[in-house]
Nanobody
Framework: QVQLVESGGGLVQVGGSLRLSCAAS????????MGWFRQAPGKERELVAA????????YYPDSVKGRFTISRDNAKNMVYLQMNSLKTEDTAVYYC????????????????????WGQGTQVTVSS
């Protein structure tokens, strides 16, 4: 069982930056691939970044590639999302998610792949 708590959301102007954090409970954090998703009003939840158990492999969709960076610190049970050059279309609730991985290097990219979810943190980008 993993509990996830996001923090770091807020209001930022276009072109600004935010760093989201996700704190995970449990002693087996390094057994989980992690992802950040977002959901804007009236839209489906979408993946914005994912990272393998060790952090060696990451994935970004084209919409955020080059602007967002996911990272993790397994010693601290933390995963981060650095968001730069923010746009109004980045406004959404951002969720941290975890997927148990028993072997191999995996970066899950679908919502249904993830086992645990945080409550979300609001990010609002204003013009």
């Amino acid at each position: 069982q993993v509990q996830l708590v996001e923090s770091g959301g807020g209001l930022v102007q276009v072109g600004g930056s935010l760093r989201l954090s996700c704190a995970a409970s449990g002693r087996t954090f390094s057994s989980y691939a992690m992802g950040w998703f977002r959901q804007a009003p009236g839209k489906e939840r979408e993946l914005v970044a994912a990272i393998s158990r060790s952090g060696a492999l990451t994935y970004y969709p084209d919409s955020v590639k080059g602007r967002f960076t996911i990272s993790r610190d397994n010693a601290k049970n933390m995963v981060y999302l650095q968001m730069n050059s923010l746009k109004t279309e980045d406004t959404a609730v951002y969720y941290c998610a975890a997927k148990a991985v028993t072997r191999g290097v995996t970066v899950p990219t679908t919502q249904n792949s993830y086992d645990y979810w945080g409550q979300g943190t609001q990010v609002t980008v204003s013009s």
